[in-house]
């Protein structure tokens, strides 16, 4: 079954750069769907961070969208989220998804989550 | 931008008890609305997607209704296991989002 893993630094310094991964078992990237990057800040609801295509079509959210790149790597089969000038507002769990058309794009497949934390 | 607005933030219940979570669109979505359950310490779970259909494995006990800009979330009898929050969640089109969840209580 497909199963999505996150990683990358779980500590982050103001004004620094967080970068996260997201690698897939029991599916290729290069097949299709939509990936997505979302999280959780603490006490806080979920916020749509932004999705990735095979093709390299990205859609983001506009709030985050002037600090966010996420990449897909075919070969590596993962994708990256990479959001710059970080402030504590950013500490957060950040999850991976997968948007499943068949189930009215729904993000039906979640990694477990990587707490980051913004501080210095 | 489509936002979600939902209602009520957070809500008292017993188990056995009939729960009902609201959501409501800036805008019409069709029925691309999707309802998830969080539990601290897990990722989110999909419940229901495209308003009415039920994820596999979900308990029937989990329904989801409405249309256009109206949306309801029904938990027809409340489990121990079902303390958490929802949210919901359009996927008409770009930008996602979701709303602010509710956060059902013992």
């Known amino acids: 079954q497909v199963q999505l893993q996150e990683s990358g630094p779980r500590l982050v310094k103001p004004s620094e750069t967080l970068s996260l991964t997201c690698t897939f078992s029991?599916?290729?990237?290069?097949?299709?769907?939509?990936w997505a990057w979302i999280r959780q800040s603490p006490g806080k609801g979920l916020e749509w961070i932004g999705s990735?295509?095979?093709?390299?079509?990205?859609y983001y959210n506009p709030s985050l969208k002037s600090r966010v790149t996420i990449l897909g790597d075919t070969s590596k089969n993962q994708i990256s989220l990479k959001l710059n000038s970080v402030t504590a507002a950013d500490t957060a769990i950040y999850y991976c998804?997968?948007?499943?058309?068949?189930?009215?794009?729904?993000?039906?497949?979640w990694g477990q989550g990587t707490m980051v934390t913004v501080s210095s | 931008d489509i936002q979600m607005t939902q209602s009520p933030s957070s809500l008292s219940a017993s188990v056995g008890d009939r729960v009902t979570v609201t959501c409501r669109a800036s805008q019409s979505i069709g029925n691309f609305l999707n309802w998830y359950q969080w539990r601290p310490g897990e990722p989110p779970k999909l419940l229901i997607y495209g308003a009415s259909s039920l994820q596999s494995g979900v308990p029937s006990r989990f329904s989801g209704s409405g249309s256009e800009t109206d949306f309801t979330l029904t938990i027809s009898s409340l489990q121990p296991e079902d303390f958490a929050t929802y949210y919901c969640q359009h996927s008409y089109n770009y930008p996602r989002a979701f709303g602010g969840g509710t956060k059902v209580e013992i």
């Open positions: 998804a997968r948007e499943l058309p068949e189930e009215a794009d729904a993000f039906d497949i």
């Open positions: 029991g599916y290729s990237f290069s097949s299709g769907y939509f």
């Open positions: 990735v295509y095979k093709s390299g079509t990205t």
